[in-house]
């Protein structure tokens, strides 16, 4: 039999935790507007467990979560079991055994779910096969857009805890950027995510990016062996790890006197983003965010080499809804509401000559927006 332990009362809440028990009701409620009886949730080691945690705040590596009308369970192995018994708000934990299936169709078949919701976008479909064979009463149900659209929105300790990756994340490059002549993209990228670890961190919130010279022509450039010296433009995409929550944001800097072209493309840049910054606001579409920033690019001439999207959300997952995108997927061009994330990230990107993105992450108030992020945009040299 799998070993079964109870959460416990609920807890005392500070203000501006986050309320796990609140976010269960929502998520039930959702179900309910989209005739669910159940909800499956799979996070083993190789799959991002952002959803899992949301729902319970259990940050393991290996879980599985069903919810029903009138019961929540996290399964999970033994090198867990302890920590989610003392962590998961509202949820009977259950140590799975392995094969980790057969218990999970136990609880599943237990709660009489007959019609439950999966994600139909994330999970294996080796492992969706698995499922149906050994789960042969239910009947599943893409939802994919319910954990979206439950997450779109964040709470007030969602938005301390970016705030604070932000915050840390931030005084460690101003401590560092002027260090940055004569160290080499990988040195810089890697003193950059060791300082935000001694600041408080947890980790990096991504692989930093750093890119000097004509290598800033590469938006996701790996840091390299190319030794940042005089006349250079670099670009450093960088953010934090604070309980769970990611925060996002790029620098563009020169080192000395930078080539004229690459200060133009920079202004542009900077305007371009200072544009997007001020379409932020409750009612605008995430496309019309985009649409801001492309405007002044492609008319300098430049549209071009403005190839991505001008800002997403951030949260557990670095990069999700909303998006600001040129083209937007169908049905995901998110009207903007109070307290979403997004990024604006406007860039040029010229090929053997070098490139600028500046990017601020935001949250959306009652009449605009909060910059997030606290580096200052504006050009500087060091």
């Given at each position: ?84 018994g003392a962590g998961a ?129 590469l938006p996701h450039a ?161």
């Amino acid at each position: 039999m799998p070993r079964r332990l109870e959460s416990g009362r609920p807890r005392e809440r500070k203000e501006g935790t986050i309320d796990m028990r609140e976010r269960l009701r929502r998520l039930r409620e959702a179900m309910r507007e989209r005739g669910l009886d159940g909800l499956v949730l799979a996070a083993p080691e190789h799959m991002s467990n952002a959803q899992v945690r949301y729902l319970t705040g259990f940050s393991g590596s290996s879980s599985y979560l069903v919810v029903s009308a009138d019961g929540a369970w996290l399964l999970t192995d033994f090198r867990y079991v302890e920590a989610a018994g003392a962590g998961a708000d509202g949820y009977e934990v259950v140590q799975h055994g392995r094969p980790y299936l057969s218990t999970l169709a136990d609880v599943v078949a237990n709660a009489g779910i007959r019609r439950a919701g999966f994600e139909d976008e994330r999970l294996p479909v080796a492992m969706f096969r698995q499922w149906r064979e050994h789960m042969p009463q239910v009947e599943w149900v893409g939802a994919q857009e319910l954990m979206q659209e439950l997450r779109l929105v964040k709470d007030a300790g969602e938005i301390a805890a970016i705030r604070r990756a932000a915050h840390l994340a931030g005084q460690a490059l101003e401590e560092l950027l002027p260090t940055a002549p004569g160290r080499t993209e990988r040195a810089l990228a890697v003193a950059l995510e060791h300082r935000m670890r001694e600041l408080g961190l947890d980790a990096p919130g991504f692989d930093t990016i750093v890119a000097s010279g004509e290598r800033g022509s590469l938006p996701h450039a790996r840091p390299g062996e190319r030794v940042i010296g005089p006349g250079d433009m670099v670009t450093v995409d960088f953010g934090g790890l604070s309980d769970g929550y990611r925060s996002d944001e790029t620098v563009t800097f020169g080192v000395g006197q930078v080539p004229a072209r690459l200060r133009e493309i920079f202004d542009l840049v900077h305007e371009a983003q200072a544009a997007g910054i001020a379409s932020v606001r409750p009612g605008v579409r995430a496309s019309e965010v985009d649409r801001a920033c492309r405007r002044i690019i492609e008319a300098a001439g430049y549209g071009d080499r403005f190839g991505h999207g001008a800002g997403h959300g951030v949260g557990l997952d670095i990069h999700e809804r909303p998006f600001a995108a040129r083209e937007p997927e169908e049905g995901k061009d998110d009207v903007l509401r109070p307290g979403m994330t997004i990024t604006v990230e406007p860039g040029i990107y010229l090929p053997g000559v070098g490139g600028a993105r500046v990017e601020d992450t935001l949250v959306v108030t009652e009449d605009g927006s909060e910059r997030l992020t606290v580096v200052p945009k504006a050009w500087r040299t060091v």
